[in-house]
């Protein structure tokens, strides 16, 4: 089955840029979508389709995907931002499609 | 606005059975395939099964597949899941999410509160 590997954590100061990966065979050819979750709260989706947005998610985050790694970047990262981010792909040639990366764990110093 | 109100958790002995619920509003129902996706205490989050907005399409995780069973009933905005056989590896957080989807992929863009699962003796 598909795997996706994510850093266990990353550490960044408030106003700097926070870069999350997500690791995959050729996930270029997939969609990447990343949720936040914040302690004790149900995941929220904040970029899906590698690069869109829902309504009400800054712009300060955004997503790429190419080759073996997708990114979710953090533009001028704030306290409120810490949280859990999960990245997720749907592999359809597979019988259990959903997969989700183990998590990275965004610190701001 | 979309809610999605799980319940049904609670502690249960290993090789107990249990059916987790999942009331939906906010959405037409039937036209979304809809999933659960669980946590176990300090982990990551785990995709368990995904049933089409007709119910005639289902998937499921290799670590449930045989003992968990997922239905919806459309006349009542409500999504199920039946676990059977738990075990210990089961005990987590389990929440209910709609996907959404293009031709290509799909992804879950909401989500229940989630309802604890404990098994345990």
């Known amino acids: 089955s598909y795997v996706l590997t994510q850093p266990p954590s990353v550490s960044v100061a408030p106003g700097q840029t926070a870069r999350i990966t997500c690791g995959g065979n050729n996930i270029g050819s997939k969609s990447v979508h990343w949720y936040q979750q914040k302690p004790g709260q149900a995941p929220v989706l904040v970029v899906y389709d590698d690069s869109d947005r829902p309504s009400g998610i800054p712009e300060r985050f955004s997503g790429s995907n190419s080759g073996n790694t997708a990114t979710l970047t953090i533009s001028r990262v704030e306290a409120g931002d810490e949280a859990d981010y999960y990245c997720?792909?749907?592999?359809?040639?597979?019988?259990?499609?959903?997969?989700f990366g183990g998590g990275t764990k965004l610190t701001v110093l | 606005e979309v809610q999605l109100l799980e319940s049904g958790g609670g502690l249960v002995q290993p090789g107990g059975s249990l059916r987790l619920s999942c009331a939906a509003s906010?959405?037409?129902?039937?036209?979304?395939?809809m999933s659960w996706v669980r946590q176990a205490p300090g982990k990551g989050l785990e995709w368990v099964s995904t049933i089409s907005g007709s119910g005639g399409s289902t998937y499921f995780a290799d670590s449930v597949k045989g003992h968990f069973t997922i239905s919806r009933d459309n006349s009542k905005n409500t999504l199920y899941l039946q676990m059977n056989s738990l075990r210990a590896e089961d005990t987590a957080v389990y929440y209910c999410?709609?996907?959404?989807?293009?031709?290509?992929?799909?992804?879950?863009?909401?989500w229940g509160q989630g309802t604890l699962v404990t098994v345990s003796s």
């Open positions: 906010g959405f037409t129902f039937s036209s979304y395939a």
């Open positions: 999410a709609k996907q959404s989807r293009t031709v290509t992929t799909r992804w879950f863009d909401y």
């Open positions: 997720q792909v749907w592999d359809s040639s597979s019988d259990h499609p959903g997969v």
